[in-house]
T-cell receptor
Framework: DAKTTQPPSMDCAEGRAANLPCNHS???????VYWYRQIHSQGPQYIIHGLKNNETNEMASLIITEDRKSSTLILPHATLRDTAVYYCIVSYTDYKLSFGAGTTVTVRA | GAGVSQTPSNKVTEKGKYVELRCDPI?????LYWYRQSLGQGPEFLIYFQGTGAADDSGLPNDRFFAVRPEGSVSTLKIQRTERGDSAVYLCASSPGDRVSGNTIYFGEGSWLTVV
């Protein structure tokens, strides 16, 4: 599976949009981009996934560049409860996910 | 509840002892996964079941680790002759498993294992 690169940490203000970048320059044509997050002491929580097109659900939006070499997860209105480690994962199969180190996002009041 | 249930939530055992960790997946989910998360690291894949069979056990670290899912629902992760390095959170997850990719995987809260 392709590897991903994420910034180790980022801060954002409560109520503002949080834009989390992820680079995956070696992604293959049949690999999905998945985003999960993990709030302290809890199991990972699925956020969103996509293949080529941008996706939106009740939690977030996923913007994938046309060449698919990078993506951005957008949390439209960050709240304190969004403080977590966010993992960007690229995988053909959804069962063998390589989580990596992720981005520690801290939402500040 | 409707989510993935794992028991025990916490387990402290002595080095060399045998441990079983149980996972009850979401009802109707045919796919079940075990992951392990060491302190400060992301989860690492251990094994994947589709129904009763282990479709991929390539993540199991050695032959002290074994998992079963005899009726295609509840799964048990078994660790023999535990070592201090086995201390971690063991996460179970499940998904509908109706296709190879693009499934949403739902994780449980994990079983925290401490080997002393």
């Amino acid at each position: 599976d392709a590897k991903t690169t994420q910034p180790p940490s980022m801060d954002c203000a409560e109520g503002r949009a949080a834009n989390l970048p992820c680079n995956h320059s070696t992604i293959s044509g049949n690999e999905y981009v998945y985003w999960y997050r993990q709030i302290h002491s809890q199991g990972p929580q699925y956020i969103i996934h996509g293949l080529k097109n941008n996706e939106t659900n009740e939690m977030a939006s996923l913007i994938i560049t046309e060449d698919r070499k990078s993506s951005t997860l957008i949390l439209p209105h960050a709240t304190l409860r969004d403080t977590a480690v966010y993992y960007c994962i690229v995988s053909y199969t959804d069962y063998k996910l390589s989580f990596g180190a992720g981005t520690t996002v801290t939402v500040r009041a | 509840g409707a989510g993935v249930s794992q028991t025990p939530s916490n387990k402290v055992t002595e080095k060399g002892k045998y441990v079983e960790l149980r996972c009850d997946p979401i009802s109707g989910h045919t796919a079940l996964y075990w992951y392990r998360q060491s302190l400060g690291q992301g989860p690492e894949f251990l094994i994947y079941f589709q129904g009763t069979g282990a479709a991929d056990d390539s993540g199991l670290p050695n032959d002290r680790f074994f998992a079963v899912r005899p009726e295609g629902s509840v799964s048990t992760l078994k660790i023999q002759r535990t070592e201090r390095g086995d201390s971690a959170v063991y996460l179970c997850a499940s998904s509908p498993g109706d296709r190879v990719s693009g499934n949403t995987i739902y994780f449980g809260e994990g079983s925290w294992l401490t080997v002393v």
